[in-house]
């Protein structure tokens, strides 16, 4: 069965503190990793998708980094509006069809 | 692009009745996928819809049912609801194209109270 598991759980920053969230997965067949970003109460954001171990993707204070067990999101110098869940996702394939496994996520809360 | 959208928005039911969610897929995509998010909690993978089929399914009980129909869109149903069904329900839609596929979209997802 496939599993996403990320940490920390929460993750309080300091405007401009820069940090990472990690995502670990188990999965047979990886058909991609995604990034998404999700506020209270609304459904989940598409931030980056990542196919291979080595692949990178940025976007503004954001990059993402994949190996094979497991994927980073670095936030560089955040920003109050930076605050969201931070969720992780596994499309495997499986009996012939695709499906996406996520995690738990990352609370990330930055202070002015 | 109108993306993915859902209705309703927001829903308050009584424990026993039966409950039906809605959610049109973004242009060009030929699966949708719902999901069940509790407070606090990752996406719960429900099923997934393709070419009007239940294609995948997760740990729900018989209660969740769904139906995709020849525009793709698709209902999620929910009979007898129990309070532990209250949640956000999220609706994805995707593409089965290619050997990846597409990422999945989101929809804003029904919010849904059970009494």
């Known amino acids: 069965e496939d599993q996403v598991t990320q940490s920390p759980e929460a993750l309080r920053l300091q405007e401009g503190e820069s940090s990472s969230l990690n995502c670990s997965y188990t999965v047979s067949g990886l058909r991609g990793l995604f990034w998404y970003r999700q506020d209270p109460g609304k459904g989940p954001e598409f931030l980056f998708t990542?196919?291979?171990a080595g692949e990178e993707k940025e976007k503004e204070r954001l990059k993402a980094t994949l190996t094979k067990k497991e994927s980073f999101l670095h936030i560089t110098a955040p920003k109050p509006e930076d605050s969201a869940t931070y969720l992780c996702?596994?499309?495997?394939?499986?009996?012939?069809?695709?499906?996406?496994?996520f995690g738990i996520g990352t609370k990330l809360q930055v202070i002015p | 692009d109108a993306g993915v959208t859902q209705s309703p928005t927001h829903l308050i039911k009584t424990r026993g009745q039966q409950v039906t969610l809605r959610c049109s897929p973004k242009s060009g995509h030929d699966t949708v996928s719902w999901y069940q998010q509790a407070l606090g909690q990752g996406p719960q993978f429900i099923f997934q819809y393709y070419e009007e089929e239940e294609r995948q399914r997760g740990n729900f009980p018989d209660r969740f049912s769904g139906h995709q129909f020849p525009n793709y869109s698709s209902e999620l149903n929910v009979n007898a609801l129990l309070l532990g069904d209250s949640a956000l329900y999220l609706c994805a839609s995707s593409s089965q194209g290619g050997v990846y596929g597409t990422e999945a979209f989101f929809g804003q997802g029904t919010r849904l109270t059970v009494v």
């Open positions: 990542l196919y291979s």
């Open positions: 996702a596994v499309k495997s394939y499986s009996g012939g069809y695709q499906k996406v496994t």
